[in-house]
């Protein structure tokens, strides 16, 4: 069955970076497009970034443009978010998703989350 | 970026009530609309895509219609198990975006 685990996160200072990492299993991972999908405490969800299935083509959201990275491990069925410039307004759990396709940007699997938070 | 607007924000209902969630897009989108489910503490869970298609696996007293800016979430018969978080989703231009949710509690 498909699992999807996301690993690496934690408290971190405003500035600071951190990197997130999703384990994927189940399925083909370099067949599908893979996403982040962030969501602050209390609030609604938020799509942070997308890469296609072979890595050529990536997508950020505004909030997160210029300081985020998305890339994949096709070799390793790994997914990563490299989160630079930190802010507090980053503080969320963040989520891998999987494309239903490879760009329909439809979820039809996601991680547990892993917990972000941005302070001092 | 399109601005996605659910109504109502939260929503009491009883176990058996039919229940209707609205989501209007802030330009025409199609057919691209995906309905979420979000228990608290758990990931979200795809119910519908493409406005109107169940996703394998879900009860079908869960059904999605509509397209261009108007678009609808029911489910039939709730159950205890339904109650829960749901948000929609455009998926026809990137930034994809979340409507703000509804929250549904049993009244």
Redesign the interface.
Known sequence: QVQLVESGGGVVQPGRSLRLSCAASGFTFSTYGMHWVRQAPGK????VA?ISYDGSNK????SVKGRFTISRDNSRDMLYLQMNSLRAEDTAVY?CAKD?TNW?????Y????TLVTVSS | DIQMTQSPSSLSASVGDRVTITCRASQTISNYLNWYQQKSGKAPKVLIYAASTLQSGVPSRFSGSGSGTDFTLTISSLQPEDFATYYCQQSHSTPDTFGQGTKLEIK
């Open positions: 609604g969800l938020e799509w997308v997508y950020y959201g505004d989520y239903r329909n940007y439809v979820f039809d996601w991680g547990q989350g």
